[in-house]
């Protein structure tokens, strides 16, 4: 059975007091690893410095003047602008959600982004609703 919508799926994995690690993927397929300021419990968020909280969210392809072509994720309570886009490190989030193809355990970075959110956005059915999780 085919999908009916783009279901993105982002599994946490390494919680550190600045910075979270984890996983990306597309209706089950590995896309990226991901990097998202550390986790705080609802409703304690500190600017700058919160991943978004677990839900459901939708997301839709955007191109940002700032971060070139990229997803945005809506609807996120508390936040604003939050997107999927590249960055190295916990300094580049602001509630963001950074994707790479290559990571570091050690010192909490991902690299290699502009691959990683090619094949994101190419992989997409642009026919079809985006919601990620």
Do not use: W
Request: hydrophobic share 30%; aromatic share 10%.
């Amino acid at each position: 059975m085919k999908n009916s919508i783009n279901s993105i799926l982002v599994f946490r994995e390494l919680i550190g007091p600045r910075t979270t690690l984890g996983q990306m993927y597309l209706n089950g397929s590995f896309i990226g690893y991901t990097l998202e300021d550390t986790i705080r419990p609802y409703p304690l968020k500190v600017y700058g410095e919160t991943a978004i909280y677990d839900g459901l969210y939708p997301a839709r392809k955007y191109t940002s003047s700032k971060f070139g072509k990229c997803l945005a994720i809506d609807n996120v309570p508390g936040f604003k602008y939050i997107r999927v886009h590249g960055m190295n490190d916990h300094t580049g989030s602001l509630g963001c959600i950074g994707l790479g193809t290559k990571r570091n355990k050690d010192n909490f970075t991902i690299s290699n982004c502009r691959p990683a959110l090619n094949k994101l956005l190419n992989a997409l059915d642009d026919n079809k609703p985006t919601y990620i999780t």
